[in-house]
């Protein structure tokens, strides 16, 4: 029971223990059946069209969307939720106190009563740097929800790769999905090495439908990202008229961020707003990202037709085109009923009404963010980008961008700050990442840490006791083919020389 991830806002043990043997029978009332079905498909649990089933599912609205409470006595086992999310959430309580396969197990009396801290609790998966199957997507969805996690924000667009399938503008995958070769080793060494691989991959308009719709049976959101107008060179690759030069470029193969932006004009806002209407019919969630930070303003102020569209808005400076362009998508999305969400940096503080700002600097970003208005998600690249250096190994560790957030860091995050956010989420950077197994070593097992900070409302245990409760929690993760950094890990030597910490970019190179 103690190793419970992430731990219930309370646990109340009884004396006695049930005996269960697996399959175990599960039976729901009508709002719960779903979730009796997604449990029923798991290894030890089958459905039971009885109600006096060992396992008994239901909703009782009395009781928070997102909370439950669940009991175990003489009876059986009972979990009411205050809604289908909340059935679900005492359903992974449930799979965490039974073994995997069935096997017959003593659960001990108890009444756990539990709701979320925060509303987003969130992960990015940047799959444009490089792509992960869908199948990886939807495991990587499995390890989200078993940890109570309910956003999945996909990195579908960047400089080095777009995507997602738009039907409309099908050069956006037959050219900007792919890239003629990759980095080997660090992007700051020199000379530039590259493996003379052509890299890429996109999602079809039905593997996005499918992605969505398995996430939603796990109470998931899918935030859909679409850069802009910054991180934009695999989409000017494809369309060369939406960039200011119109010269055809290729698809980025250096990471960092490209000097070629996306052009300011009628015709470039046109064809993002069609691009958005494909993505919204695509993503039914409230919420869609826009990215917005990280622009070079050089080749908007060597652009006549820029610098007479900034003269005509009665912008101070190129700066405020950011602002301007972000803000008419914007537009688009919250006439669609949705909320844009964009990434708040200090040195462009964007203003963007009925936006969720996503500040990643640190405390001072969020703290700007919020007093500028906006509802606030955390992104703190000091504690929640999981693309950074797990320990200060780093002859021996993963090859990583630079950085160092051990697991004790992301346990540690303070999400209180500012008072008011709507959540955190932690970020998964992938130029570093190529395959799957790359991005499970380096999520797990600080997603579970990260989990903990946006779900437990109860005091903070120590994370002496964490690590206790993480350790009997790993064999989950093994069992589920997770292949997670092992604690006190010692990982086989690269051969490629690696950045030195003191060397690791502070700037904003680190978002990605």
């Given at each position: 029971?103690?190793?419970?991830?992430?731990?219930?806002?309370?646990?109340?043990?009884?004396?006695?223990?049930?005996?269960?043997?697996?399959?175990?029978?599960?039976?729901?009332?009508?709002?719960?059946?779903?979730?009796?079905?997604?449990?029923?498909?798991?290894?030890?649990?089958?459905?039971?069209?009885?109600?006096?089933?060992?396992?008994?599912?239901?909703?009782?609205?009395?009781?928070?969307?997102?909370?439950?409470?669940?009991?175990?006595?003489?009876?059986?086992?009972?979990?009411?939720?205050?809604?289908?999310?909340?059935?679900?959430?005492?359903?992974?309580?449930?799979?965490?106190?039974?073994?995997?396969?069935?096997?017959?197990?003593?659960?001990?009396?108890?009444?756990?009563?539990?709701?979320?801290?925060?509303?987003?609790?969130?992960?990015?998966?940047?799959?444009?740097?490089?792509?992960?199957?869908?199948?990886?997507?939807?495991?990587?969805?499995?390890?989200?929800?078993?940890?109570?996690?309910?956003?999945?924000?996909?990195?579908?667009?960047?400089?080095?790769?777009?995507?997602?399938?738009?039907?409309?503008?099908?050069?956006?995958?037959e050219i900007g999905a792919w890239r003629a070769a990759t980095l080997v080793g660090h992007a700051r060494q020199t000379p530039r090495r590259y493996d003379g691989v052509r890299h890429g991959g996109y999602?079809?308009?039905?593997?996005?439908?499918?992605?969505?719709?398995?996430?939603?049976?796990?109470?998931?959101?899918?935030?859909?990202?679409?850069?802009?107008?910054?991180?934009?060179?695999?989409?000017?690759?494809?369309?060369?008229?939406?960039?200011?030069?119109?010269?055809?470029?290729?698809?980025?193969?250096?990471?960092?961020?490209?000097?070629?932006?996306?052009?300011?004009?009628?015709?470039?806002?046109?064809?993002?707003?069609?691009?958005?209407?494909?993505?919204?019919?695509?993503?039914?969630?409230?919420?869609?990202?826009?990215?917005?930070?990280?622009?070079?303003?050089?080749?908007?102020?060597?652009?006549?037709?820029?610098?007479?569209?900034?003269?005509?808005?009665?912008?101070?400076?190129?700066?405020?085109?950011?602002?301007?362009?972000?803000?008419?998508?914007?537009?688009?999305?919250?006439?669609?009923?949705?909320?844009?969400?964009?990434?708040?940096?200090?040195?462009?503080?964007?203003?963007?009404?009925?936006?969720?700002?996503?500040?990643?600097?640190?405390?001072?970003?969020?703290?700007?963010?919020?007093?500028?208005?906006?509802?606030?998600?955390?992104?703190?690249?000091?504690?929640?980008?999981?693309?950074y250096y797990q320990s200060q190994d780093q002859d021996t560790e993963p090859l990583a961008i630079g950085g160092h957030t051990p697991l004790e860091r992301v346990y540690e995050f303070d999400a209180d700050?500012?008072?008011?956010?709507?959540?955190?989420?932690?970020?998964?950077?992938?130029?570093?990442?190529?395959?799957?197994?790359?991005?499970?070593?380096?999520?797990?097992?600080?997603?579970?840490?990260?989990?903990?900070?946006?779900?437990?409302?109860?005091?903070?245990?120590?994370?002496?006791?964490?690590?206790?409760?993480?350790?009997?929690?790993?064999?989950?993760?093994?069992?589920?083919?997770?292949?997670?950094?092992?604690?006190?890990?010692?990982?086989?030597?690269?051969?490629?020389?690696?950045?030195?910490?003191?060397?690791?970019?502070?700037?904003?190179?680190?978002?990605?």
């Amino acid at each position: 029971m103690t190793s419970l991830i992430p731990y219930p806002a309370a646990i109340r043990q009884h004396p006695g223990t049930l005996r269960v043997a697996g399959p175990v029978p599960v039976a729901a009332g009508p709002e719960a059946e779903g979730v009796a079905d997604w449990l029923a498909e798991l290894p030890g649990f089958t459905r039971a069209a009885v109600s006096d089933a060992p396992v008994r599912l239901a909703v009782d609205d009395r009781l928070t969307p997102e909370g439950y409470r669940l009991t175990i006595d003489e009876r059986g086992v009972e979990i009411t939720g205050g809604a289908p999310a909340g059935v679900f959430y005492g359903a992974q309580t449930l799979r965490q106190l039974m073994p995997d396969g069935g096997r017959s197990v003593s659960l001990p009396y108890l009444e756990v009563t539990d709701a979320p801290r925060f509303g987003w609790r969130g992960a990015m998966l940047d799959v444009a740097r490089h792509f992960m199957p869908k199948e990886f997507v939807l495991r990587f969805i499995d390890m989200l929800a078993l940890h109570k996690l309910n956003v999945l924000h996909l990195h579908l667009t960047d400089d080095q790769g777009w995507r997602l399938e738009i039907p409309r503008y099908p050069r956006l995958t037959e050219i900007g999905a792919w890239r003629a070769a990759t980095l080997v080793g660090h992007a700051r060494q020199t000379p530039r090495r590259y493996d003379g691989v052509r890299h890429g991959g996109y999602y079809t308009q039905q593997d996005i439908r499918e992605i969505v719709a398995y996430a939603a049976t796990r109470f998931v959101t899918v935030v859909p990202e679409i850069e802009g107008p910054g991180h934009s060179q695999a989409a000017i690759a494809a369309y060369p008229q939406l960039g200011n030069t119109r010269r055809q470029l290729d698809v980025w193969t250096v990471w960092g961020i490209s000097e070629h932006v996306l052009d300011i004009s009628e015709t470039t806002l046109g064809f993002y707003r069609d691009v958005l209407d494909d993505v919204m019919a695509l993503f039914p969630g409230n919420y869609v990202h826009l990215g917005g930070d990280e622009c070079p303003t050089g080749q908007w102020r060597a652009n006549p037709a820029a610098m007479a569209r900034l003269a005509e808005l009665g912008l101070p400076d190129e700066r405020a085109l950011l602002g301007w362009y972000v803000g008419q998508l914007a537009s688009l999305v919250t006439a669609r009923g949705r909320r844009p969400v964009f990434w708040y940096d200090t040195d462009t503080a964007l203003r963007v009404p009925n936006a969720i700002a996503m500040p990643w600097r640190g405390d001072g970003a969020a703290t700007a963010a919020h007093q500028d208005g906006h509802d606030v998600v955390l992104a703190s690249h000091e504690h929640l980008y999981l693309d950074y250096y797990q320990s200060q190994d780093q002859d021996t560790e993963p090859l990583a961008i630079g950085g160092h957030t051990p697991l004790e860091r992301v346990y540690e995050f303070d999400a209180d700050r500012p008072a008011g956010a709507l959540g955190a989420q932690c970020q998964l950077w992938t130029e570093y990442m190529p395959r799957p197994q790359d991005v499970e070593r380096m999520a797990f097992p600080r997603l579970c840490a990260f989990s903990e900070t946006v779900w437990s409302t109860a005091p903070r245990h120590s994370f002496a006791s964490f690590r206790d409760r993480l350790t009997a929690h790993l064999p989950r993760l093994a069992a589920a083919g997770v292949r997670y950094r092992p604690l006190d890990a010692i990982p086989s030597p690269r051969t490629e020389p690696q950045p030195s910490l003191k060397e690791a970019p502070t700037d904003a190179h680190l978002r990605g």
